[in-house]
């Protein structure tokens, strides 16, 4: 049993906010998430009991952060199914894969050696690797789509297709469609080849079990603030001898052992060889309590509470005869659609007078239009604590539909 | 103040939005050019300005908008047309005023006054002012 009125009590986003004078809907979850209480708490707790710096002194408060900073390692660990050793605090999801693609990639790739891509991926997961081609004379190559998917089938072919793939880096979920791919089948394919694998997990962890070792996938990333966390950080998993491996990217204080005149570093071993400077300890601490939060909940009750919102939406928009629906088939909490002859921020601006807050226009995966016919859509996207009455209003907005211009005429 | 219900605000947003006169490249040469885009919208557009002497004679523009964006540069472009550089420029001024809800003059706005509404959802303004801080930048390159 889903107990979505006392999981929304936990949301002060959720207690009788409007926006336009009406009542908030809040669909906009695939870009961020409303944070539980118990988060806000252990943010305020820290600063308000136990500031102090993290490894850094010999004294009790010092010691505590630095407890309460490895109990969160612990607790992402353990959700994502790594070792402990094997996560990196980042400011996000987009910090983590660059942190891959200068730390692994720049030292790893050469001329016309090649980093597989989709053309559905957000720009956190193609202008970093955009970048190293620059720097070392790689290229980006797209691996072709199957019906709008990335399938294990279309990977081998484009193994087959180019020679030298070192990297292949996918959006676990895509962020515009919401199609997951078969991470587990593309990491064997991938390492069958000697490629390394990277998920960009900002769409799936959040929603969907994730598990690091079962996939077998080489790195994970994702941002805390998608799941119900503070916005500033997020992680790196990564298997631990690629880590050790990898160069540094960040250096100063917090992350070697020693250093000399003669310029000899010595670094500290993965994941802290990463995090140099003063890590956003009130974030990571936020970060712990946001998994506890979901671990309460649970994340497979959350991925099927969000399919049954998904199918309720869907059954709702059907309804709707002017609506353009284009991943109908996606079994996530996102949707992404149109109304015909009308430009996606109109809609959205008409949606946001009535209340309700919803993305529109590329949602920063730019190629997006090479793969659905339309330059911009909306995106309505759904979270643990949607209600299907916040479905309902959406849906009723749109079937009432109005003009555009209302928007600005009320 | 031109006195203009909301239902004649709405007719002329649309009009400039689904039929906009301005919306083609330029007919010949001496046109100044300058690309926008939104980084919160869609809008990307291509403004064109040809400035003979100390008055602007022609405006035009092309590319992808919302229909804030293109009505509102459409208007613009109507506009501009035959106005000295420092009458379009005293024209801007209090388009961008009234955009920011401060005092204005309405009587140089015409038809503009129909974006008097934008600033009820805040997020558009920048679509609603994109042509015309383009006119401002072809204004200030010819300066």
Redesign the interface.
Known sequence: MYKLDEIRKQFPMLNNKTM?GVPLVFLDNASTTFKPYSVIKAIEEYYSDYTANHHRGDYDLCYKVDMKVQEVRRKIANFINSDVNEVVFTSGDTEALNLIAYGYALSNLKKDDVILLSLEEHASNTLPWYRICELTGAKVKFVELEDKKITVNKVKEAFNKYQNIKIVSFAHVSNVLGYEIDAKGIAKVAHEHNAIFVLDGAQSVPHIKTDFKDLDVDFITFSAHKMCGPTGVGALIGKYDLLQKMSLFKTGGGMNVKFSKDMNVIPLDAPYKFEAGTLNIAGIIGFGAAIDFINSIGIDSIHQYELELADYALSKLEKCKDIVIYNKDSKSGIIAFNRVGV????EA?LL??KGIAVR???HCAKMIDEVIDT??TVRASFYLYTSKKDIDVFVDNLIDGG???D???? | MPILS?DM??SI??DHSSNPMNKHLPNGEGYDKVHMHSD???DDLDIYFKVEGDKITDACFEG?A???SLSSTDIMCDLIKGKTKKEAEYMIEQYQKMMHEEDFDADVLEDAIVFI??S??A??IR?ATIGWNAASQLLEDKK
């Open positions: 336009q430009f996606a921020q109109d601006t946001n007078s529109s226009g590329q330059v911009a003009d555009i211009l928007a600005y005429f009320k | 909301n605000m709405r947003i649309m919160n919208c869609i992808v919302c229909t804030i509404n934008t009820k959802q997020a558009r679509c």
